[in-house]
């Protein structure tokens, strides 16, 4: 028996209405993605990338089509569930980190282990954030922080719930070349330690090179989708695996 | 409502905690705002209940006795055979009698006359309370009968007046006294009584029964204490006496009553100040209802960050609505402090308008109270820019320019709740839901008003920047106009304060302007009254001989109304449907006759008969046009005249209006020559003296031949008129002065909610290369700019409300003097600029990457 995939995109539609009519961002999306797996989404700016990112992970809601994450079906949820579905089983990075100003390194990644009422909250963030090598930055603010720090911050915290999916958003993209590869490598070192699946946004070829499928959009719409392979890349039907 | 569970969930609390760690010391700014006019509200109500307190507890004291009878004229007989058979035998009461009356003062050795206000009382007065003097003991002295003269007690503004002291003698009348003491205080008569004119306290036994037996303004009273007052249904009482004096012009009051009708006044007096610091808490509420929107902006990024971590929109936003709870009970538990500090000095201001001794106590339930009301309206201006934390989209973590679409109804719903919330406190201060409404509308229009001149006031300015002006000019003046700015904020809560100052300052020199009219080039300035038929000639000879001129000899002739229309007034005055005031029917006309209308005077209707009466119908009679309205008549109406027995018809001849600004006499009804000659009559004389020696060479004169003769100074009345101005401008400038703490605190919250941004830009520009004073000029004409703009909205307000209230309710002339408003608006800038720079200090003088990292 097959095991269902963690991510599922079925004909994936957005619009947006402007002033100039109807300005379509994504047109006939779909993958899927299995448990364990890594996706990189690439493309140009304003190839639906971030678009296609929010809307796989419940941030939007698309015109037509579906997204099924672990076996649910997004369009079916309220915006509670959704964030509760969020808080279960999906992880966040941002390019732009996000971690709350107001909160020590300690608390930012605590939140989301918090707010699944969880008692270790504490222990586990200390245990990640030692395991990102911030153990003795705990109290500090991020204003306190530097760049690749705060990221590695933001890392601990997308894995604090050990999520069965993670979504990163361009996450070197603010870092300097050093910084930038050592949080590439915690990244996927953390993904491969927790089996996590990742779907991965950027611009950077190197990085989606380590992923192990490329999903390449231009225009909203998906140009190719190429698995790689430890040896051979091999390119991939643009259509989506049968389910 | 999935957020008021969230509230009770402990990682809202802790979220809120760690959330507000960079912000604490700004949310206890933007609550000191709001804590001015709890503070006003607390100390009102809990000095209020004290006040109350106080009243109920002494209102035996405030009378002095447990009944008292009082009336126009000496009591007869059948009216002590009715006290005799009602009060005195049944409840074996003891009874003090006295007499009170305007008489005028000298004392001899300086040959110094004052116009008093004479009590002349029998030993028993006053059964409860004490009367205070300096030295103590002045009370007993008044009733020694073995002193060579009788005592006086005098208030210590005449003797000091007077240079007189203890052991001075003093005439009134035609009879000498002996200064006992000065009197400190007397049962039942509040400080601002000697306003009027300074006391004199005499024996009622050796009063010059001449001041009696001519005098015309005498008030009698009777005073009872009762053996069984604790047993006596005292209103029952009252009431059952007061159906037998009242037709006789007399009437009954009770230390219960009394104690009440000081209680209605106690409450309109604290539902005044209580509304009036409401202003104040408004205006600190719409201070941190827009720091709270910039700070709620501050935060949706956050919010969004939540969002996608995990968090539904409830417990996101209950971490907000935690804090805005917590600002609440800040603004609550500061104003409840600072309030009973405030109370503290509520004595000073008040209690001169108090006839009894108010001790300052914490009252408990109005401070809860006030602290209530204060969270109340704190929470709700706090939540309503807060509420868009529950429409940040989870997207906007991704795209920053993500936004909440369509409208959202609780914003509409908590505006109302703040709406009712302002409605049923104003309500329940004035117990009037017509006041409330009326206060609701006020404020909403005052500040749609403000909103409404501070858009068309800075609308204006940006159209009409000069091009040409420098750089750092037209930058100061645009940075007016950056997004998220608190322009408008401040040109409304400065614009109020300087509206509230300048509208009271205007008012009062409109009022002073008014009484001081009186007083210029050569109008009448001295005015003596109670003259009697056979001394008019005499006094007026007098006069002349100190080379003075007579300006009006004025006949004045005491009368009631008996009919109106055909219908008895005791009729109507029972009957509350006809629409009359009682006042009107019941009062004493004092009337005058003559062939000539006077120069305040104009015709307005019929014609003013300018001739002897030939005898013929009814008299025609001029009635002033506002008395014509309060009787409801018209000309041709029939009013019949009781002229102390004598029936007298008449008709509405003319209508007249009368300038009564002017201190001269003047008349509600003039009756033509022919009809009143022969009626008991005294007659007024009216000169102009032009210096403050001949009045007084005048006033000596007058006293010295006719005792009972009244004279009065129209200077006098200018600084009578003066010191009660002070007392109440006095009262609304200690309110006042928590609008304006209220507001300047909202001028801090303003500058610190948008020190970063300033903070940005001036790093921006001092990247760019601007230097130091570059950046300190368009500082300086941001704020001075932001001052000007707030004080001509609010001083076009204020010109408009006291033009209005000058035109409509004064009825005078309004005139701007242009002092106060330059005065206001360097103040105001000058504040502005002020609190400004001291909020950017630090920014220009260290490294531009410092700042930001310390800023962070």
Known sequence: ?243 | MSWITALFDGWAWRMAWRDSRHGRRRLVLYAASMTVGVAALVAIGSYGNNMRRAVASQAKTMVGADLRISGRHAFEPEVEAFLAAKVTEPHQAERADSVSFTSMVAFPHGDEVRLAQVRAVEAGFPFYGEVITDPPGGRALLHDAGASLPYALADPALLAQLGAERGDVLTVGSREYLVAASLISVPGESARLALFGPRIYLPRASLDPDLLARGSRVRHQAMFRLSNAAAVDLDALRDELNAELRPRRMGASTSQSTGEGWAESIDRMSGFLSLVSFVALLLGGLGVGSSMHVYARSKLDAVATLRCLGAPASRAFAVYLVQATALGLLVALMGALAGLGVQQLLPAVLADLLPVDVAVSVEGRAVAMGAGVGFVVALLFALLPLLAVRRVPPLRALRRAEQASGRDRLVAVLIGGLVLAVFGFAWMQTESWIVGLGFVLGVGIAYGVLILLATVVSGLLRRTVPRGLPYTWRQGLANLYRPHNQTRLLMVTLGLVTFLVLTLHLTEEALLQQVEFSDRNDRPNVVMFDIQSDQKQGLTELVKSLGLPIRQDVPMVNMRLASVRGVATEDMRNADENGRPRWALRREFRTTYRDHITDTETVVGGTFLEAAWDGNGPVPVSVEVGMAEELGVRLGDELVWNVQGVVIPSVVGSLREVDWRRVQTNFFVVFPPGVLEDAPQFHVLVTRADTPQAIGDLQRAVVGAYPNVSLIDVTLILSIADAILDRIAFVIRFMALFCIVAGVLVLFAAVVVTRTQRIEESVLLRTLGAVKSQVLTIMNVEYVMLGALATITGALLSLGAAWALTRFVLDTEFVASPWPLLVTLVTVCGLTWLVGRLHSRGIHTRPPLEILRAEG
């Open chain 1, 1 to 243: 028996m097959t095991q269902a995939p963690m991510l599922a995109v079925d004909a994936l539609h957005r619009t947006y209405a402007s002033g100039a009519g109807t300005l379509t961002v994504l047109r006939d999306v779909s993958f899927d993605l299995g448990r364990g797996e890594s996706l990189a989404i690439v493309g140009p700016s304003g190839s639906g990338k971030t678009t296609l990112l929010g809307l796989c992970a419940g941030l939007d809601q698309p015109t037509s089509g579906e997204v099924t994450l672990d076996g649910t079906a997004l369009s079916g949820l309220d915006q509670d569930a959704l964030a509760v579905l969020r808080r279960d089983r999906v992880g966040f990075v941002f390019q732009s980190f996000r971690l709350l100003s107001t909160l020590t390194a300690l608390e930012n990644v605590m939140v989301p282990a918090e707010l699944a009422g969880r008692r270790d909250a504490r222990k586990a963030a200390t245990e990640l954030l030692a395991a990102t090598g911030l153990g003795d930055r705990l109290d500090h603010h991020p204003g306190q922080l530097s760049g690749g720090e705060q990221q590695r911050v933001a890392l601990a915290r997308a894995f604090v719930n050990r999520p069965a999916l993670l979504f990163a958003d361009e996450p070197t993209g603010n870092l300097d070349g050093a910084s930038a590869e050592r949080v590439a490598d915690l990244l996927f070192d953390l993904q491969s330690r927790e089996g996590t699946t990742l779907v991965l946004v950027t611009h950077n070829d190197e990085l989606a090179e380590r992923t192990g499928r490329i999903l390449r959009l231009k225009d909203g719409a998906v140009v190719s989708d190429e698995s790689i392979a430890p040896s051979a890349p091999a390119v991939a039907a643009v259509h989506p695996a049968p389910r």
